[in-house]
């Protein structure tokens, strides 16, 4: 099978020959593909002068927007997505396709302790993981990592959901899980990045609780929206019990709580029925 490697990059100047380079040089790979999204040095020349095929975005679209792009313009019949800022190591890149070889839909490069990472985004990581967890009942090592490699087909199957932000690597591992097709890891470490990192703390600080969302939307809403209802639900009647035993008498207190559970249930009830919909084969 053919095997595209899909670099989204924007600025990327002090890293981008280097990083081809090195996918070159295993000999593994048909065609690498630099999706330039809007950027301001000359990133697009380098890289056609490195020798790999570039496409342009106009201007910036984001990271998800290129990692879209990459996949429709990709000739491989398996994609490998990875940074261009030699974060990611391409002598990882044989042991994903390794496991996409032995059957697998979708292979993650799980970033390891001690990967470059701040303290913050670690414990987001790991949050992440958790929920994600809980959500898919499979274990999840690293739901937000950049490093991967799927079936081409498949990962084009879910392009309409992905979002032009960062939030891509989420958004494309909950899909799979929900199609039911078969995911693993295997462990990387992931480097300190060269040149200025595009991640900005506030506005990603807001992406985070969206993310957290979109995990549960994308899978199986019921299961985050039931412990809230269930959690409601069981206040109202703590509260109900003590007003009865001390006033004799119902309140507004409670007649909140349980509106608010029922409520709550049936936007869960309501959003897994959307998500069936959303995986529906045409």
Known sequence: MRVSVVLPAKNESGAIEQTISKILNLKLVDEVLVVNDGSTDNTAELAERAGAKVVSHPYSKGNGAAIKT??????????????????????????????????????VGARQKGSQASLGRGIANKLYNNLASYMTEHKVEDLTSGFRAAR??????????????????????????????????????????????????????????????????????LKMFLPLAVLLFLMGSGWYGYTLYEYHRFTNMSALFYTGSITIFLMGLISEQITALMYKES
């Open 152 to 221: 081409a087909d498949k990962f084009r199957e879910f392009i309409y959901l992905l979002p032009n932000g960062f939030s891509y690597p989420t958004t494309s591992t909950m899909a799979f899980f929900r199609a039911g097709y078969s995911i693993c890891y295997i462990p990387i470490h992931a480097r300190q990045r060269i040149g200025k990192s595009h991640i900005q703390p506030l506005r990603d600080g807001i992406r985070f609780f969206l993310i957290i969302f979109k995990i549960a939307t994308l899978y199986s809403p």
């Open 70 to 107: 990459g996949a429709r313009n990709a000739l491989g019949d398996i994609i490998v997505f990875m940074d261009a800022d030699g974060q990611h190591d391409p002598a990882d890149i044989p042991k994903l396709l390794e496991k996409i070889n032995s059957g697998y839909d979708l292979v």
